[in-house]
């Protein structure tokens, strides 16, 4: 089964920063790539998908780059609404698979 | 617009069954494939099962492979979730979400599973 690694699993930022989350997996699985963003209570929401794409609605501020076996999600500038737990899931084979998840925190 | 609604959620005791339910709306039920997704308390996200549309082919993670059973009916526009030998470990929330590609694009707010004697 593909295993996904996220680091950090969880970072403290400031409003207005530049962060970057990186999701490696454990054999090479092209852009089949997504990333979900959660917050407490509420269901995962898609961000990026096939490794790269923007999710309509979603701001341009987030984007996603890599293939194969390393992946990233990008936030130019942080706004207040994006404190939240960020997922990368896998579906080249099965079985699906999510990473661990990376906590993002107010500084 | 796209909805999905789980329902079955509660209390059960280790070794009951339970049956969780997922109704969608807004788009052809038939032409689309379906995920269960849990999450424990404070954990993250594991990906339950997913049923094609078409030949309904199933897929389980192991974790609950030869427990749980997946389910569609398109007539009522729903997919199931039937649970069996429910353990502590499978308490949870419940999400199903739509398939589209390699991703999910369109999540239900999810029925929570307490498995407690």
């Known amino acids: 089964a593909i295993q996904l690694t996220q680091s950090p699993s969880s970072l403290s930022a400031s409003v207005g920063d530049r962060v970057t989350i990186t999701c490696r997996a454990s054999?090479?699985?092209?852009?089949?790539l997504a990333w979900y963003q959660q917050k407490p209570g509420n269901a995962p929401k898609l961000l990026i998908y096939d490794a790269s794409n923007l999710q309509s609605g979603v701001p341009s501020r987030f984007s996603g780059s890599g293939s194969d076996k390393d992946f990233t999600l990008t936030i130019s500038s942080l706004q207040p609404e994006d404190f939240a737990t960020y997922y990368c899931q896998q579906f080249d084979s099965y079985p699906v698979a999510f990473g661990q998840g990376t906590r993002l925190d107010i500084k | 617009q796209v909805q999905l609604v789980e329902s079955g959620g509660g209390v059960v005791q280790p070794g009951r069954s339970l049956r969780l339910s997922c109704v969608v709306s807004?788009?052809?039920?038939?032409?689309?494939?379906i995920h269960w997704v849990r999450q424990a308390p404070g954990k993250g996200l594991e990906w339950v099962a997913l049923?094609?549309?078409?030949?309904?082919?199933?897929y389980y993670a192991d974790s609950v492979k030869g427990r749980f059973i997946i389910s569609r009916d398109n007539s009522k526009n729903t997919v199931y979730l039937e649970m069996n030998t429910l353990r502590a470990e499978d308490t949870a929330v419940y999400y199903c979400?739509?398939?589209?590609?390699?991703?999910?694009?369109?999540w239900g707010k999810g029925t929570t599973v307490i498995v407690s004697s």
């Open positions: 049923i094609w549309y078409g030949n309904s082919d199933d």
């Open positions: 979400a739509r398939v589209l590609g390699t991703y999910m694009d369109v």
């Open positions: 054999q090479g699985i092209a852009s089949a």
């Open positions: 807004g788009f052809t039920f038939s032409s689309y494939g």
